[in-house]
T-cell receptor, first 116, second 111 residues
């Protein structure tokens, strides 16, 4: 089944304790993105990657890192989490030009992160 | 860059039509999308329209695009309680690879 998976789905942590949220897709997509969703602010892009070893900042990159060493994986790293990073995080992937559905973005199920 | 705006809430009665509106700023946008997010889930593509189209219909869904005013709307006919969700408008600017999303409109359907 074609899908984007994220782990963990739920995480409660404390300020300053490094964490990684994993994202993996099995569709051989080139493009991957991380978003955070906050009430009233909608979906904001954190980082995106257009291919292996190619990453770029989105709208709200401060406090986050990413890496793209393999095509299928795009982990999100919080080196020193703070309470303002409490949010719902989504990973997404796409393969422009071939989906036949207007370059559809495929989203993971989300990771709810709470930083105390 | 692209800016996408939509109202935050819409409340309708079951069986009525719902119309969710969206505006975008980049006239070079190629694809315009509507994504649906059900409670506790990720976003899923509901429908999309290419910029050279004015209208697209898919069962109970009608998408209207006014390129001159940079206005997109989603009409859901005979709205059901299962349509309660957050609906995101998104626009793909010419030359971009990943769309810009609006803040999402929470559709509440009551009996």
């Amino acid at each position: 089944e074609a899908q984007v998976t994220q782990n963990p789905r739920y995480l409660i942590t404390v300020t300053g304790k490094k964490l990684t949220v994993t994202c993996s897709q099995n569709m051989n997509h080139e493009y991957m993105s991380w978003y955070r969703q906050d009430p009233g602010l909608g979906l904001r892009q954190i980082y995106y990657s257009m291919n292996v070893e190619v990453t770029d900042k989105g709208d709200v990159p401060e406090g986050y890192k990413v890496s793209r060493k393999e095509k299928r994986n795009f982990p999100l790293i919080l080196e020193s989490p703070s309470p303002n990073q409490t949010s719902l995080y989504f990973c997404a992937s796409s393969l422009p030009g071939t989906s036949g559905r207007g370059d559809e973005q495929f989203f993971g199920p989300g990771t709810r992160l709470t930083v105390l | 860059g692209e800016d996408v705006e939509q109202s935050l809430f819409l409340s309708v009665r079951e069986g009525d039509s719902s119309v969710i509106n969206c505006t975008y700023t980049d006239s070079s946008s190629t694809y315009l999308y509507w994504y649906k997010q059900e409670p506790g889930a990720g976003l899923q593509l509901l429908t999309y329209i290419f910029s050279n189209m004015d209208m697209k219909q898919d069962q109970r869904l009608t998408v209207l695009l006014n390129k001159k005013d940079k206005h997109l709307s989603l009409r859901i006919a005979d709205t059901q309680t299962g349509d309660s969700a957050i609906y995101f408008c998104a626009a793909l600017s010419g030359g971009s690879y990943i769309p810009t999303f609006g803040r999402g409109t929470s559709l509440i359907v009551h009996p």
